[in-house]
């Protein structure tokens, strides 16, 4: 975790001729831990819910609550997918709190992310107005904007996967660089104690602070932040339709 000679993930096992990250593998875990999260809540539903499928309830009432707010009625559809896509985030991002390298610190895993924004954003786009009804939005109000708007188009998931990857990775070197530091003081100032001096005990409370901010909220922050835009730039391409018509 606090090791700064290698920025990039690491390949941690090998199956085959094709090698496995450390952000493919622990991208696994989380999901499956998500999942398994998911059955275990989703388990015995009552009608009249109590314990575990209140929380259940409460989240996934939260959720559509924050789709139909943010996209509209008529987007309420995108729900499971931005819920989804916000709680993988979060874990993914929250990673370096357990010792881990986050998975959103890799540009691999923040492309795919907004790759997979920028497919929905360009199929629901052509769904709601058809093909030649997106070529017109694109060209509007006149012709010679269809080049900018296919360069608007594409540097929007290039942005937003290099945000996402740049707040996660500046998280992790800011971290690497106060543990590593705290240590070096700890055998400075504590060294010459018989045992108590090889332990990093600066490290134990002085960093509490800077670690909240960096693996608790700036995860979440995030998290939220990239979801929000996915879900902005969705309901753009849906909405633009209705406006179209008009």
Known sequence: MHDLSHIGPRNIMRIGSVYISETVFFGLIVAAVLIALCLWMAHGLQK????????AELIVKSVYD???GSMGKHCEKFAPYMGTLFMFLIL???LGLFGFRPTTADVNMTFALAGTTFLMIQYNGFKTMGFVGK????????????????????????????????????????MALVFNGLEWLSEIV????????????????????????????????QAFIFTMLTMVFVSMAVVSHEEHEH
Do not use: Y
């Not at 009249?48 to 929380?55: A, N, R, S």
């Open 48 to 55: 009249v819910p109590k314990g575990k499928q209140v929380i």
């Open 66 to 68: 924050l789709v139909t």
């Open 92 to 94: 993914g991002n929250m």
């Open 135 to 174: 070529i017109k939005h694109m060209c509007d109000p006149l012709p010679i904007m269809f080049p900018l708007k296919i360069i608007e188009e594409i540097s929007f998931p290039i942005s937003l996967g290099f945000r996402l990857f740049g707040n996660i990775l500046g998280g992790v070197i800011i």
């Open 190 to 221: 504590l060294g010459s104690i018989p045992f108590i001096g090889k332990l990093p005990w600066l490290q134990a409370v002085i960093p509490l602070p800077v670690n909240f901010f960096f693996d608790i909220f700036e995860p979440v922050l």
